[in-house]
């Protein structure tokens, strides 16, 4: 197996064009894959539709949260997970710590994101009234904002990663 990429690269040019260029991938594969799908889907579907869908409305109608509060926070969490995103895409990129090692450069990410999601799904149990309602709605959004930041960049930057080529990942992305 090649060591790097200017091992792949010389070994395609002084070798025919027939000769396969390993490439060293991650498995996808494995059961802690199956947990984080299981997880995944959990999270956009459970979470997604309490928080994303049904929540504001929830919020607003049922305990008397302010619209124009409710599309605030809106506006704040867009405008905090703009940067959000781009760090955690930067900073899992380049992660070379101690878990790269072992666990890969995605999965420490994926792992930092169950607190979050966690916190925001428990969140959702108990609604304070009153005045507490704002400030709460905001830190449970920003709880569930950050948590997806942390799934989502390093999963599809992970998937990419784990395909062969541009066929397979078109493929694969298609279903």
Excluded at 23 to 30: D, G, L, M, S
Excluded at 128 to 153: A, D, E, H, N, R
Aim: hydrophobic fraction near 50%; glycine fraction near 6%.
């Amino acid at each position: 197996m090649l060591k790097n990429d200017e091992c792949a690269s010389e070994f395609a040019v002084n070798h025919d064009e027939a000769a396969i260029v390993e490439k060293k991938q991650e498995p996808f594969a494995t059961w802690f894959v199956g947990f984080i799908a299981f997880f995944f889907m959990l999270t956009f579907g459970i979470l997604g539709g309490l928080l994303g869908n049904i929540g504001p409305m929830y919020y607003v109608l049922q305990k008397n949260m302010s619209v124009i509060w409710w599309q605030n926070v809106t506006v704040i969490i867009l405008i905090l997970s703009t940067p959000l995103t781009v760090a955690i895409a930067k900073i899992s990129d380049n992660y070379n710590g101690k878990y790269a090692k072992t666990y890969g450069r995605r999965k420490p990410f994926i792992l930092c994101s169950i607190p979050f999601l966690v916190l925001a799904g428990l969140m959702t149990q108990v609604t304070p009234t009153g005045t507490g309602l704002q400030i709460w709605y905001l830190v449970m959004m920003m709880f569930f904002t950050s948590g997806i930041c942390l799934l989502t960049i390093p999963v599809q930057s992970w998937f990419i990663e784990s395909t062969i080529d541009n066929d397979d990942y078109n493929f694969l992305t298609m279903f």
